[in-house]
């Protein structure tokens, strides 16, 4: 059942112990055009552990933002008794929350910031400090608990840091919300993510949330989270917003990394392949097809064999030499291209616009910079260690609406609206390669819900193809491209 809709900065407080749905618009925040494609591509590679070596992922504590992405989305969360409200970065590649406090000692003056004294429900945690290394920074606090609510959900006693120095915040934004598993948080194995605390707690109606990420360049102009006034999508607790998609929901089964003990951690799932031009790129095998699917990232990283091999089929293009972009390539801006992803075990091929691919010039006389980089270029780690081969972030991600669920844990993809974005979808299947093709298992009203079948991976639906922009057009809106998840900026990590 579709829910109402929410101001971003409104909290509805909900009595019932289950709630139905709740749909929270997103704001997004646009910069200045000019992006710094290489240090938002390192900071993504930190964040998955691509480092010299002693970088492994099992050591990065959470996502970090980049500041030079120049377009962020993000929503208001309420922390404390009376409420005190925030707004913060979402992100399903991590699963810590922090919240700079008003201790802070070199946080902006623009940051709105916690005060602890001033909440009844605050408890004191370890007075050991926590540190959190970012790409760009730092942010250092103490664990603690509060009560947290985040668009009408409540939960009591929610682990978090409040940080006392970073350098890492801008703008009205004050912290970070982790939306993935509970085996990469850095407060401890015990602690719950919020979406989790609150969906084990019986509040959701479904086990499961919905995501649209709307684009800045005005391609969703009506109908719910149009994309205006700066609103950058709705993310929805606890169901799906039916009006955002069309078609069928599929599901893609997480996939376990092998040797891993830590518990669930990403939201990752299997590239079975990714092809340009109607031409297959190589996707290697085993731990090289493990993707992340992360609304905290803007770009696409990839395994470097498999990026090289994607360019080579696009007339023109070369790996730029430039050190501070390191891992890109470049193509001709006027380049159409037909890019497309399926999932191991999926039915459909989802097409990613040539708009979010092309991220424009990245000098006045230039060729464009494509969006898909080499997550493994000067980095001694490469997939493994507990790291994802490939990073799937905004590029791919405002192609379609995304489902994240836990039980059975899972990830979903259905094509977009036409008002929300959204085109004619592909219907030829691809063949699976993992397993059945998925079967119907719940009808929702004016759609059919997909789960895949025991054993088997899915991805269904094309996603939109959309229009593509003029060059002169796409250099003055370079800006937009960022498009991560409601105030999910795509962060450095």
């Known amino acids: 059942m579709t829910g109402a809709s929410l101001p971003i900065v409104l909290l509805v407080f909900i009595a019932a112990a289950i709630a139905e749905p709740l749909h929270v618009p997103i704001s997004r925040r646009e910069t200045p055009a000019k992006k710094d494609w290489g240090s938002i591509a390192a900071g993504i590679r930190k964040k998955y552990g691509y480092g010299t070596g002693k970088d492994k992922r099992m050591e990065s504590a959470v996502s970090i933002i980049n500041y030079n992405a120049d377009t962020a989305y993000f929503g208001a969360i309420a922390v404390g008794t009376p409420p005190q409200s925030f707004n913060v970065l979402l992100d399903t590649g991590s699963s810590d929350l922090w919240i700079a406090s008003s201790q802070c000692s070199i ?33 250092i606090g103490f664990v603690a608990q509060e009560t947290v609510a985040w668009g009408g959900f409540t939960v009591q006693n929610q682990t978090f840091v409040e ?84 078609g069928d929901i599929e599901f893609l089964n997480l996939t376990t990394y092998p040797g891993w003990t830590g518990g669930k951690s990403f939201w990752q799932v299997d590239i079975a392949s990714f092809t340009v031009n109607g031409k297959s790129t190589n996707i290697p095998s085993g731990v090289g097809s493990i993707a992340a699917i992360d609304t905290g990232t803007t770009l696409i990283g990839g395994p470097s064999s498999s990026v090289k091999d ?31 992803v399926t999932f191991a075990g999926g039915t459909k091929a989802w097409k990613i616009q040539t708009e979010d691919i092309n991220l424009g010039r990245y000098d006045v006389n230039s060729d464009c910079v494509g969006a898909l980089f080499d997550l493994g270029a000067g980095s001694s780690i490469g997939g493994g260690f507990g790291n994802p081969s490939w990073i799937v972030g905004g590029t791919f991600l405002k192609n379609v609406y995304s489902v994240f669920r836990s039980d059975p844990p899972s990830v979903g993809f259905a094509a977009l609206a036409a008002a929300n974005g959204g085109a004619a979808t592909s219907t030829e299947p691809v ?24 054993g088997a991976s899915g991805a269904t639906g094309a996603a939109s193809s959309g229009s593509n922009r003029g060059t002169g057009q796409k250099e003055a809106r370079l800006g937009w491209i960022l498009a991560l998840t409601f105030v999910f900026m795509s962060w450095q990590t």
């Open 107 to 139: 946080c902006s003056f623009t940051t709105n910031t916690f005060t602890s004294a001033s909440s009844s429900t605050y408890k004191e945690g370890s007075t050991k400090p926590v540190t959190i290394q970012y790409g760009s920074g730092s942010a």
């Open 310 to 340: 994607f360019y080579a089929l696009i007339p023109n293009s070369k790996a730029l030499s430039d050190a501070t972009l390191q891992g890109f390539y470049s193509f001709p801006c006027a380049t159409q291209l037909d890019v497309s």
């Open 431 to 454: 063949g699976s390669a993992s397993g059945p093709l998925a079967t119907v298992t719940k009808p929702l009203t004016g759609t059919t819900r997909v789960t895949s079948t025991a």
């Open 163 to 246: 940080v006392a120095e970073t350098d890492i915040l801008i703008g009205s934004m004050s912290g970070i919300l982790g939306l993935a598993w509970p085996g990469i948080v850095s407060t401890g194995s015990s602690t719950k993510p919020f979406w989790l605390a609150a969906s084990d707690a019986g509040q959701f109606d479904t086990k499961e949330f919905g995501v649209y990420l709307a684009r800045s360049g005005g391609e969703a102009t009506s109908g719910f989270g149009a994309n205006e006034d700066g609103n950058g999508g709705v993310f929805t607790l606890g169901g799906v917003n039916e009006t955002l998609y069309t």
